[in-house]
């Protein structure tokens, strides 16, 4: 009896993890819905590979029965283009945070990219993509998921960016004294902190994406015009043929979707990510999702996920800088390299610059380019104009809600829904109040431009009040900091970055936007208000590319001198001078 007393011993450790690891009621739940979402995936997938030909048989009907899964094929898509932004973002934000040269690359770059309306993108890689699966589908389908990737990514990187930026210094000490390496730092210290404010600007990207989902959906770029399944190509139909109730259904259509990944998909991660946030306290409340306790209730979806997990820890382990080194200051470089490197980044803007006068100038003069850039002025007063309106509206809600989270839990969903809200559903009502009342084309539809960026202003304020420490507040509290000093000694300071990042990303949206918003159509009634936006509509419309080209280079002009004068300086200040200690 003795000699089997060891392995006694040894079953009941076993038996135990049988009986931990049994199925109970959270697996057969989960299993359900994760067997339904695989199966969504497989039939939202079904068909990209045939002939394009197949697109011309059976083309995009207003039928109500195709509703559901043109919303299957939307949101595919969408999710696809928020995957490949997520990890473009990982990359890039953080290659720009931790190199001062490849930050003077990026950045600039960034304000670029999104700088550049997604039609201008559709107009040169529509052919690139058809061409890489010629004749089929799947080139178009890599087309529109790129161009709602452009509608997602810029705003994900900059968040990032902005919080790699503000790490709190004790914080970056301590990581620098334990001489983290590269890999560990980033995921011991960079990316938990960074990911509350990550996780609200994934939904603002995926609520923007349906802003442009029209545009990259029913593609039409001078003689080639293609129209893929999906919400966009419905409303784009609709608003052709003047048809308000299936206007009314592809909204209906849209509610439920962004309520249906609002559940299933962001209230679990804000809910997980909530343990990310830099507090010294724990919060009273924090924010639930039924969704996020179910998968915490199951036994055998943590054994699933386990190789995962047991891969990172394994690359962790074999990080060749995985001991504690000596913390080691980087070295300044040289001056004969800092002055090579500064040439030949000029030498760099030089030849592009000259690239793309060579292109403009072979069709076109100087006055067509003193003609645009008095068309971007009129663009950049409407920008100015409604970011300070669209600021002193969100920026109160935006830190009552971020403050209290049972209110965001409720209009979380909400607010995803009003930023995905398509401008183009709001056309009609335009056009038909601006023709009734005989309004100004050119006052009158710049609300149009705000309609979907002002959004990034309003997620932004919501993630910077909730990253604001429990203890800072509570301290605030009991020594009676109201009013106005509340404002200037608390909220301004906690909100300031992710505000920066807010404005700066509803901004850029908004010169983006212009080429929806300034050139509007309800059926065969078209109006036009001068701008730049309806410069490069119009000139992508008719397949010219020269024009193209010169009004997408005069609105990165524009939007690049902007950043640099205006926001750039208000990034340094933040970080300067409003960064936790």
């Keep these: 009896m003795t000699e089997m007393t060891p392995i006694a011993r040894g079953v009941r450790p076993f038996s135990r993890m049988l009986r931990l690891t049994a199925p109970n009621r959270a697996d057969a739940i989960a299993f359900v819905l994760l067997a339904g979402l695989a199966m969504l995936v497989f039939r939202g997938a079904e068909g990209i590979a045939e002939p394009?030909?197949?697109?011309?048989?059976?083309?995009?009907?207003l039928d109500p029965l195709y509703l559901p899964y043109y919303a299957l094929r939307t949101t595919l898509r969408m999710f696809a283009a928020l995957l490949a932004s997520l990890v473009f973002t990982l990359v890039v934000a953080t290659l720009a945070a931790r190199s001062r040269r490849a930050g003077q690359i990026i950045v600039p770059a960034l304000d670029i990219l999104q700088s550049v309306p997604i039609l201008g993108f559709l107009t040169f890689t529509v052919t690139f993509f058809m061409g890489l699966f010629p004749g089929r589908i799947l080139g178009v389908e890599l087309a529109a998921v790129f161009a709602i990737f452009t509608s997602q990514a810029w705003n994900m990187a900059f968040s990032f960016y902005q919080s790699l930026r503000s790490v709190p210094s004790d914080l970056d000490e301590v990581s620098r004294s334990f001489g983290l390496s590269p890999v560990r730092r980033f995921l011991r210290l960079d990316l938990p902190f960074a990911t509350p404010a990550l996780v609200w600007n994934m939904m603002m990207s995926m609520s923007g994406g349906w802003f442009f989902v029209v545009a990259s959906e029913a593609i039409t770029v001078g003689?080639?015009?293609?129209?893929?399944?999906?919400?966009?190509?419905?409303?784009?139909?609709?608003?052709?043929?003047?048809?308000?109730?299936?206007?009314?259904?592809?909204?209906?259509?849209?509610?439920?979707?962004?309520?249906?990944?609002?559940?299933?998909?962001?209230?679990?991660?804000?809910?997980?990510?909530?343990?990310?946030?830099?507090?010294?306290?724990?919060?009273?409340?924090?924010?639930?999702?039924?969704?996020?306790?179910?998968?915490?209730?199951?036994?055998?979806?943590?054994?699933?996920?386990?190789?995962?997990?047991?891969?990172?820890?394994?690359?962790?382990?074999?990080?060749?800088?995985?001991?504690?080194?000596?913390?080691?200051?980087?070295?300044?470089?040289?001056?004969?390299?800092?002055?090579?490197?500064?040439?030949?980044?000029?030498?760099?803007?030089?030849?592009?610059?000259?690239?793309?006068?060579?292109?403009?100038?072979?069709?076109?003069?100087?006055?067509?380019?003193?003609?645009?850039?008095?068309?971007?002025?009129?663009?950049?007063?409407?920008?100015?104009?409604?970011?300070?309106?669209?600021?002193?509206?969100?920026?109160?809600?935006?830190?009552?809600?971020?403050?209290?989270?049972?209110?965001?839990?409720?209009?979380?969903?909400?607010?995803?829904?009003?930023?995905?809200f398509p401008a183009n559903v709001l056309f009609p009502f335009a056009v038909i109040l601006i023709v009734q009342w005989k309004l100004s084309p050119d006052v009158w539809l710049s609300p149009l431009m705000i309609l979907g960026t002002q959004w990034y202003i309003l997620f932004n304020v919501i993630a910077g009040a909730s990253a604001i420490p429990t203890d800072l507040r509570e301290a605030a509290g009991m020594f009676g900091v109201r009013g106005?000093?509340?404002?200037?000694?608390?909220?301004?300071?906690?909100?300031?970055?992710?505000?920066?990042?807010?404005?700066?990303?509803?901004?850029?949206?908004?010169?983006?936007?212009?080429?929806?918003?300034?050139?509007?159509?309800?059926?065969?009634?078209?109006?036009?208000?001068?701008?730049?936006?309806?410069?490069?509509?119009?000139?992508?419309?008719?397949?010219?590319?020269?024009?193209?080209?010169?009004g997408v280079a005069a609105m990165s002009l524009f939007v690049i001198a902007f950043n640099r004068l205006l926001w750039r300086p208000l990034y340094a200040f933040a970080e300067r001078r409003l960064r936790l200690a």
């Design 484 to 550: 106005w000093q509340w404002w200037r000694q608390v909220a301004l300071p906690g909100i300031f970055p992710y505000y920066v990042t807010g404005a700066l990303t509803a901004s850029g949206g908004s010169w983006n936007a212009s080429i929806v918003a300034e050139a509007v159509s309800w059926g065969d009634q078209k109006l036009h208000a001068s701008g730049l936006g309806a410069y490069i509509a119009d000139a992508t419309t008719a397949g010219d590319y020269p024009r193209v080209a010169l």
């Design 52 to 61: 394009l030909s197949r697109l011309q048989i059976e083309p995009v009907t």
């Design 223 to 420: 003689n080639t015009t293609v129209t893929l399944p999906g919400i966009g190509s419905w409303l784009a139909l609709a608003i052709t043929q003047k048809d308000f109730v299936a206007i009314g259904w592809a909204v209906g259509a849209m509610a439920a979707v962004i309520l249906l990944y609002d559940q299933l998909v962001f209230r679990p991660i804000v809910a997980w990510a909530d343990k990310f946030r830099f507090e010294q306290t724990a919060s009273a409340e924090r924010p639930r999702s039924w969704a996020y306790d179910l998968v915490r209730r199951t036994r055998l979806l943590s054994l699933l996920f386990a190789p995962i997990i047991g891969l990172g820890r394994l690359l962790l382990i074999l990080d060749p800088g995985g001991g504690h080194r000596r913390a080691t200051k980087e070295r300044p470089a040289s001056r004969i390299s800092e002055l090579a490197w500064q040439a030949l980044l000029a030498a760099a803007v030089i030849f592009a610059a000259w690239t793309i006068i060579g292109f403009v100038m072979r069709t076109l003069n100087w006055g067509d380019a003193l003609a645009v850039l008095g068309l971007a002025c009129l663009t950049m007063i409407r920008v100015l104009v409604l970011i300070a309106l669209a600021s002193l509206i969100w920026v109160p809600i935006g830190v009552w809600i971020g403050l209290r989270p049972k209110w965001a839990e409720r209009l979380q969903p909400v607010a995803q829904f009003l930023a995905a």
